[in-house]
């Protein structure tokens, strides 16, 4: 009862922030993202009669208590699933900085439910998959899937029709990704606190949950037709309206530092000068900046120079989380 997966983190070009019911964990959005190829978790689960609880290694570390206990309840969905009540050793290595805005809680829950799945012996389709992996973290529901994925709006109050269906697979438009570090500190506020900050006191909330399906709508156009300019105008919309969303919340949550701010700036001047390059930027500082294919690799010495950037990773798409024999 044994097993280990790999899942890889993704970035959302149409963001989600807010749920629409904080147990179930149902977005309160739709979102569209690609999954990204070099960053990823690797987790093995081991079931086993002779544990009284479960145990969580992460990034070498017996995991903290609350952390624990969270991918605890989580194992309590497959263990109902399965119909077994053994606990589990969780060994979890991601091989970039966890908690800082690169999306660790996508690649940490879905490498968990696929491994755990597999483990406990439960055969499920992918999109089974997503619904559990989504009732660890949202976005986690995505990084099942590889290449571009969008996160469905579901209805149902029991989450039934909330899950991720790709789009289009890695090799349908290899877009590149440079993913600009500006800080290695763990973020303050987590996704899940700043949503609920979000909901209760930001005033432009409900148009912010009103313009989503749009966004989502003329997303999926330009991926289908490889729009670069549309893709690059839409997931900026999407980026600064949700830090809008932030920034008008109460008390604000503010993700961004100096050299945030500067590598905006930078991206901008570029545009204006005719290179067509775009960025992203989640609940965390570092930002993430899209390239048409062969077009990364030239523009990473240039961010790699500028000062407070602490490190440049080039990546391109990546693809469906999965078992690995190891
Ligand atoms: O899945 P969570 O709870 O970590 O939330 C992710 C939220 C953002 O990264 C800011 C946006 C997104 O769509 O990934």
Redesign the pocket.
């Known amino acids: 009862m044994k097993s280990t997966a790999i899942a890889h983190i993704n970035?959302?070009l149409v963001?989600?922030?807010g749920k629409r019911d904080f147990l179930l964990n149902l977005p309160a959005v739709g979102?569209i993202?690609i999954t990204l190829n070099d960053l990823f978790t690797k987790t093995s689960v081991d079931f086993n009669t002779d544990l009284s609880r479960d145990i969580l290694y992460l990034n070498g570390q017996r995991a903290a208590t609350a952390q624990e206990n969270r991918v605890s309840n989580f194992l309590d969905l497959i263990r109902k699933t399965a119909d077994i009540k053994h606990y589990a050793k969780i060994i979890s290595n991601n091989n970039f900085l966890t908690g800082s805005g690169l999306?660790s809680?996508?690649s940490g829950y879905a490498a968990l439910t696929i491994a755990a799945a597999d483990a406990a012996g439960i055969d499920i389709s992918p999109v089974k998959k997503s619904i559990l992996a989504r009732q660890g973290?949202?976005?986690?529901a995505r990084s099942i899937f590889g290449g571009y994925v969008e996160m469905k709006l579901g209805n149902n109050p029991d989450g039934s029709d909330d899950y991720a269906i790709p789009i289009a697979d890695e090799n349908h438009w290899p877009l590149e990704v440079l993913i600009v570090i500006t800080s290695n500190d763990e973020k303050a506020i987590t996704?899940?606190d700043g949503m609920k900050i979000s909901a209760q006191t930001a005033p432009y909330y409900n148009n912010w949950v009103k313009s989503s399906a749009g966004d989502i709508s003329q997303m999926r156009d330009a991926i289908t037709n490889k729009d670069f300019t549309k893709l690059g105008d839409l997931a900026e919309h999407s980026c600064l309206k949700?830090h809008a969303l932030m920034l008008s919340s109460v008390p604000p949550l503010i993700y961004w530092n100096e050299t945030t701010m500067k590598v905006i700036n930078h991206i901008h001047e570029m545009r204006k000068k005719g290179t067509a390059v775009f960025f992203t930027i989640?609940?965390g500082p570092q930002i993430k900046l899209i390239c048409e294919p062969g077009n990364a690799h030239k523009l990473k010495t240039e961010f790699e120079n500028m000062s407070g950037v602490k490190k440049v990773i080039l990546t391109s798409l990546g693809p469906a989380a999965g078992v690995i024999e190891e």
Do not use: N, R, V
């Open positions: 970035i959302a963001k989600y922030w979102s993202s999306a809680s996508a973290s949202g976005s986690a996704s899940t949700m989640d609940a």
